[in-house]
């Protein structure tokens, strides 16, 4: 009868993923997760069949941690739509500028692997693509709400958010100034089209 395992599995694969964040797949060594972890080499392989095995449950809970933050961003229900995607731009700016922000996993995975290593390609297509759909119904509900044109193309303009924000982390890890992340947010969102209220009185 195979022995109980003596860990939680969701600290261990935080920890990894901390690990994998700061140096890289390929800069992370077996040795690395077992400080990391606490876990012994056999434990590691047991639960997780080795350092692959590890990474892609690392993975799949980092991008689950960023489709979260911008759903629980964008779905408040005390603000209006084009509020929130604002409020969320800008925090977006604060929060990769804030020197103790852990890095993250769904990002350098994505630029390290993604060309080249066919499950992290769909894992972070998949996460971009529930991205844009948080997007896109926040977007629709401005539209709704006759905040923005219309004729606005919901799911295109989401997909330019999710493009911004993605490459706003890459240029926070380069160091880029809080002041520029800013301004590359708030530059942003005069792409969103106000609706033409000026014959609605």
């Known amino acids: 009868m195979p022995r109980p395992r003596k860990f939680i599995e969701r600290e261990v694969v935080a920890s990894a993923g901390e690990t994998f964040a700061h140096n890289g797949y390929g800069g992370t060594t077996i040795d690395d997760l077992m400080k990391a ?4 080499k056999q434990s590691l392989y047991n639960a997780f069949g080795g350092k692959r095995g590890l ?18 961003a964008l779905a408040g229900p005390d603000s209006t739509p084009l509020e929130r995607i604002k409020a969320q731009m800008l925090k977006v700016a604060l929060v990769l500028s804030d ?13 390290e692997l993604g060309h080249r290593d066919t499950d992290v390609a769909a894992s972070a297509l998949d996460a971009f693509t529930r991205l844009e759909g948080i997007y896109s ?26 493009a911004v924000t993605r490459g706003m982390e890459v240029l926070a890890a380069a160091g880029v100034s809080r002041a520029e992340l800013t301004a590359i947010a708030t530059t942003s969102l005069a792409a969103l089209p106000l609706a033409d209220n000026t014959g609605s009185a």
């Open 37 to 40: 972890t606490g876990l012994g």
């Open 55 to 72: 990474f892609l449950k690392a993975l799949l809970a980092s991008t689950a941690e960023a489709i979260t933050a911008v759903d629980e």
């Open 99 to 111: 020197d103790d922000r852990p890095d993250s996993l769904f990002t350098k995975a994505t630029v």
């Open 137 to 162: 119904h926040c977007i629709s509900d401005a539209q709704r709400s006759g905040e923005l044109a219309h004729d606005a193309d919901p799911h295109a303009l989401a997909a330019y958010f999710v």
